[in-house]
DNA sequence: TGGAGAGGAGAACGTTCGGTCTACTTGGAC
DNA sequence: GTCCAAGTAGACCGAACGTTCTCCTCTCCA
């Protein structure tokens, strides 16, 4: 039976160490070259403490991404509740990924090197991965559509193309750059977005 | 010893099979994933001959990347090699890239995806990833000085950023519009990085 | 003619993999 | 006081991993 509250309700203590330990070991050492030993010992429990609270190691896989996916999900959640104009909510998601990039053990996007990992379409990681990527698009392309201007969705798909490069290559060489380049990307198109929209679409 | 030809001079056929269905399965299925079983069979050679060939796994990746970089190190070259105006150049290179993203079997980035999985930079595997992207940045930074405007080296980097974007996410939904936005992302900052040439930086 | 290199065939190495199992301890709820 | 879930400890499974080994054949070239 999959566990996931003790007999009082609480987060079993050994699941979320499992978890974050997991987490990390996947997210900083990639998901194949990470053994289920390694994650019994650093996490100190046992391996059948380990099975019964996930089923395999695929399932941990999937709730390390689902964690990752919560996360940022979060970020983005307390920018759109401050309600802000439309142009400052995308900034501000852009700052916020641009911060991820910048903050020490950054090591690219975790759902990007999932996905390298496992190319097949049909696998679990792989599906947990495109679901995360269609929530994203359609939070940019909403925001986007609010803020009028050029059709949302080209302009969307630029803003998550450069938001790919900058979390795919930031962990390549020197993010500072990178982020800068990114963040001027997003200017610039959302500079184009409005300017443009009383002349119609390019 | 390491062997690459045999005693004629020749490439072996046995060497040539190995890295052909090593690079094949690589690719596709991710480095990880693949043993040294699968590719030995799909090679149809036996084991101790790739090890007489190659030192280990590992050296193998290597080629794998190697051949991969001489692959599209070919393709820039023959552009170069048309001596167009330096836009068109830059032009002919996004569309090459667009090309390899539409074409069947396309799954993302091979040296983004190593480096997915190798995120150790001091791993053989890593170094190849990043030497194989600094060659490509100094190329496009040094075309797009030729094209003179606003400094190449920002503007470089915002086409890197978008190549990236578009090769790491090309696989993950339908290629096509990817294409459309990254050919359209690289039209709009050549024409940036000309136009404001004569009214200084930005 | 013979020696050396290239390759085939396949057993075997030790290690690690993901996963299962039994036996024992602990601590709170009824 | 009893029961049961949670966890510990560690042996164990078959399979796959990367790697090495021996032995055989073929085909050049000296």
Known sequence: MLVMTNVRG????????LLATATRLFYTEGIHSVGIDRI????KVTRATLYRHFPGKDDLIVYYLQEADHAFRGQVDAILARKAAALDT????AEAIAEGIRSPGFRGCAFLNAAAEYPDPAHPVHKA???????FSRVITEV????????AEPAARCFVLMRDGAMATGCLSDPEPIC???LQGVEDL???HVTVSRRGPR
């Not at 019994?40 to 996490?43: D, L």
């Not at 995308?90 to 998601?93: E, G, P």
């Not at 559509?145 to 059709?151: N, V």
Request: proline share 3%.
């Open 180 to 182: 800068e380049t990114f």
């Open 144 to 151: 986007l559509a609010q803020a009028g201007g050029t059709p």
């Open 190 to 192: 959302l500079q184009f």
């Open 90 to 93: 995308l900034r501000a998601i």
């Open 129 to 135: 991965v495109l679901a995360h990527r269609e929530w």
């Open 10 to 17: 609480q987060a079993s203590e050994a699941r979320s160490k």
């Open 40 to 43: 019994v010992v650093e996490a």
